[in-house]
C-alpha cells in the first residue's frame, strides 16, 4: 500500500463547477498537508499549505484535512479553464527540512 | 519565493550516453533537492544536495548513476548517467524557502527527458 493515495483522473468540469479532489494516507506521523498544482511542462507551484486538522480557505480554494479518517481535500469553487492543471497533495511529519511525501496527483481538465 | 532556473527544458537522449541537468536559484540556499517525476507516480526524491559535502541519496538512487555536484549555494547539476529508456521521466530541482511564514518547497520547471 502507498503511503499516500491520490486519483490519477482524468477529471473533466465545466466551468463553473465545484471540484473536489482528495487524498488518503496511512502514515498518522502526517502533521504537515499540501496542495501542489502543476501545468504542463512546468513544475509543481504551492496552492496551499495546512498544518493538523481543520480548513483552510483562500480565494475560491478550500483545503480540508481529516486526520481521524487519514482524508484531504481541496475544494475548487467556480472553476475557471485556467484551473485545467495536475493537482499534486503533498505531506510530511513535520515542517522545515522534513521529507515531504506526494500523491500521484489527479489531472483536471475545466471545460469552457 | 525562490526563483529557479532549470535546463535543459527538455532533450532527448541516446541509450547509454549521459546528460547533465543544470539548476540555477536567485537567492543562498543550504540545500537543494533533486526529484524524478515518472508518467503516474509520485515525485520521488533521488538526493539531496548540500554545499560542500557529498550529496544524500534516497534508497533507490546512487551516486553512479545520478552525480550531483554543488559548487556554491545557488547552482547545482544533477547527471543522469548510462541512460536507459527506464530513465525517461520528468527531472525537478527544488529547494526550501519562505513563504506566509512557512517554509515550503518550490520547483523549478524541469527537465523532460526521453531516452531511445
Known amino acids: 500500500q502507498k503511503e499516500v493515495e491520490q486519483d490519477p483522473g482524468p477529471l473533466s468540469v465545466p466551468e463553473g463547477a465545484i471540484v473536489s479532489l482528495n487524498c488518503t494516507y496511512s502514515?498518522?506521523?502526517?502533521?504537515?498537508f499540501m496542495w501542489y498544482r502543476q501545468y504542463s511542462r512546468k513544475g509543481p507551484e504551492l496552492l496551499m499549505y495546512?498544518?493538523?486538522?481543520g480548513n483552510k480557505e483562500d480565494g475560491r480554494f478550500t483545503a480540508q484535512v481529516d486526520k481521524s479518517s487519514k482524508y484531504i481535500s481541496l475544494f475548487i469553487r467556480d472553476s475557471q479553464p485556467s484551473d485545467s492543471a495536475t493537482y499534486l497533495c503533498?505531506?510530511?511529519?513535520?515542517?522545515?527540512?522534513?521529507?515531504?511525501?506526494f500523491g500521484t496527483g489527479t489531472k483536471l481538465q475545466v471545460i469552457p | 519565493s525562490a526563483v529557479i532556473s532549470q535546463k535543459p527544458s527538455r532533450d532527448i537522449c541516446q541509450r547509454g550516453t549521459s546528460l547533465t541537468i543544470q539548476c540555477q536559484v536567485d537567492?543562498?540556499?543550504?540545500?537543494m533537492f533533486w526529484y524524478r517525476q515518472q508518467p503516474g507516480q509520485s515525485l520521488t526524491l533521488i538526493a539531496t544536495?548540500?554545499?560542500?559535502?557529498?550529496?544524500?541519496?534516497e534508497s533507490g538512487f546512487v551516486i553512479d548513476k545520478f552525480p550531483i555536484s554543488r559548487p556554491n549555494l545557488t547552482f547545482s547539476t544533477l547527471t543522469v548517467s548510462n541512460m536507459s529508456p527506464e530513465d525517461s521521466s520528468i527531472y525537478l530541482c527544488?529547494?526550501?524557502?519562505?513563504?506566509?511564514?512557512?517554509?515550503?518547497?518550490?520547483f523549478g520547471s524541469g527537465t523532460q527527458l526521453s531516452v531511445l
Open positions: 495546512t498544518y493538523s486538522s
Open positions: 503533498a505531506m510530511s511529519e513535520g515542517g522545515g527540512y522534513q521529507k515531504v511525501t
Open positions: 527544488s529547494v526550501r524557502g519562505q513563504t506566509q511564514g512557512n517554509e515550503k518547497l518550490f
Open positions: 502514515n498518522s506521523a502526517f502533521q504537515y
Open positions: 537567492s543562498q540556499v543550504t540545500m
Open positions: 544536495a548540500n554545499q560542500g559535502s557529498e550529496a544524500t541519496y
